[in-house]
């Protein structure tokens, strides 16, 4: 969604800030319109030696959960280099061969993009650098254990759009093998 130049920020949050705004109507009467925006996240299909790097983690008040390595892109940051330090930060991996999968705005009352990146052949380059909030385990899955894992359920915190396609490659051979060879090239 896009929250117009004139609405008024009415709440500063952490990760949430509420706008309102008066916005006319068909009929020709107003009402107050209302959106939330948030910082763009990113999220990094990593790879190496065939393989996808996924995450298992434990945040404070959430159950333990697998995810792909990614978070917050930080104000003024351009969404790559944000997808970049993240991978970094709670891997120490880096690559030197990275490309935008799609983005996406998942949501219309919210301002809030998500950028999905693929970083191929990625190698460790330092230890990890966690938020005090975060425990990570890193581990290394096939192409189809990572298509099993979404359709299972049991990696949900996935971007919706690249879960459904996931989904569809593990049920639909043109479409599996098109995916793997966005992910690992070729």
């Not at 910082?39 to 434990?58: C, R």
């Not at 917050?72 to 997808?83: Q, S, T, V, Y």
């Not at 971007?159 to 989904?167: A, K, S």
Request: proline share 4%; hydrophobic share 35%; charged share 30%.
């Amino acid at each position: 969604g896009t929250i117009p130049d004139h609405a008024k920020k009415v709440f500063e949050g952490v990760i949430f800030d509420v706008y309102q705004w008066e916005q006319k109507l068909y009929d020709g009467s107003t009402t107050t319109f209302e959106m939330l925006k948030r910082p763009s996240t990113a999220e990094v299909i990593a790879t190496k030696d065939g393989k996808i790097m996924l995450q298992d983690q434990e945040q404070p008040n959430k159950p333990r959960f697998l995810s792909l390595p990614g978070g917050r892109i930080e104000k003024g940051e351009d969404p790559l280099e944000g997808a970049k330090r993240e991978l970094l930060e709670e891997s120490g991996f880096a690559s030197d061969q990275w490309g935008i999968y799609h983005s996406v705005e998942p949501t219309s009352k919210l301002d809030w993009e998500i950028y999905v990146y693929i970083a191929q052949n990625c190698a460790f380059v330092q230890e990890m650098e966690l938020d005090g909030g975060e425990k990570i385990e890193i581990k290394w899955v096939t192409f189809d254990e990572f298509l099993e894992l979404i359709d299972n359920g049991q990696l949900v915190w996935i971007e919706q759009n690249l879960r459904m396609q996931c989904i569809r490659a593990k049920y639909h051979d043109p479409s599996k093998e098109e995916l793997r060879k966005i992910i690992f090239g070729g």
